[in-house]
């Protein structure tokens, strides 16, 4: 038995929905005029008959494929139900939905504690992500810090449980973290990196639940900062994020843009990894 493409197979579904008059030929139309007797070719378009609507739809049947299309929130799992359909075909994407998380301290869901190894995060659904009772929210810019944050040892969590979000990348949406973000009560702290596109995604968290930018000691910054690297990201978005951060209203994105003025460079987040603990200063 011939397998059909994920378009042949909409057209198809189409036919029996819709029960169009004709199609222009071409494509699908085409194809299953010319292999399958469905529609008959006049020119530039293929007429249709309730009978092709009927034929259409013991094709999808015979075929192993849902005569109508599966729901928009359809699971691999549904999908995999009809035999002649691949589970990734129409489903909702495997990482759609998801936050990956960390915590410190002691959190908690729905009753139970919550907890995370060294090195280790889970990936939670929205609602799960703003239902975490903590204290703190900390969002952090960067995979790769986020997953050693115990390496970065300055850090003072001021002794609060704390629920650590990762932003999101082309894997995680960026979307969906948000909406964790502004579904949860707990202030919100935020790391990113020390540049000026980092404070301008710090300036777009919830303003009214923005607590703290957590950053090494200034001096430190100020240290770190005098590389190639760092005037190199300065340079390079200073003029798609100048004018926003100078209308920054939040005392300590006002306070770090003005420092980073100052110095006109930046540092990133994986350069904090070296930092001194406050415990050495």
Not at 180 to 194: E, K
Not at 243 to 251: C, E, I, R, S
Request: with cysteine; proline share 6%.
């Amino acid at each position: 038995m011939s397998t059909f493409t994920t378009h042949q197979t909409q057209f198809l579904r189409r036919l029996v929905s819709e029960r169009p008059a004709e199609r222009r030929t071409g494509g699908a139309a085409s194809y299953f005029s010319q292999h399958f007797s469905l529609g008959t070719s006049v020119g530039q378009v293929v007429i249709y008959s309730e009978s092709h609507f009927r034929m259409a739809e013991k094709l999808l049947v015979a075929h192993d494929l849902p005569v109508f299309a599966p729901a928009a929130d359809s699971s691999r799992a549904d999908i995999a139900a009809f035999g002649g359909m691949s589970e990734k075909d129409l489903s909702t994407k495997p990482h759609a939905d998801s936050v990956a998380v960390r915590f410190v301290g002691r959190c908690s869901l729905d009753g139970a504690d919550v907890a995370t190894p060294p090195g280790a995060y889970l990936v939670m659904a929205v609602a799960d992500v703003s239902s975490v009772q903590c204290d703190r929210l900390l969002v952090v810019e960067n995979l790769e810090t986020f997953r050693q944050l115990e390496r970065y040892r300055w850090i003072d969590y001021r002794h609060q449980s704390v629920l650590v979000v990762f932003r999101g990348d082309p894997r995680l949406s960026v979307g969906d973290a948000l909406l964790a973000i502004q579904g949860s009560p707990a202030p919100i702290w935020a790391f990113f990196d020390f540049d000026p596109a980092g404070l301008m995604m710090a300036n777009a968290l919830p303003s009214e639940r923005l607590e703290r930018l957590v950053l090494p000691p200034t001096g430190w910054l100020e240290v770190a900062a005098d590389a190639a690297r760092g005037r190199q990201l300065f340079a390079d978005q200073l003029p798609g994020c100048g004018a926003a951060l100078d209308a920054a209203v939040h005392p300590d994105i006002f306070g770090a843009w003005s420092l980073m003025r100052r110095l006109r460079s930046g540092v990133t987040q994986e350069r904090m990894i070296s930092a001194p603990s406050a415990d050495t200063v």
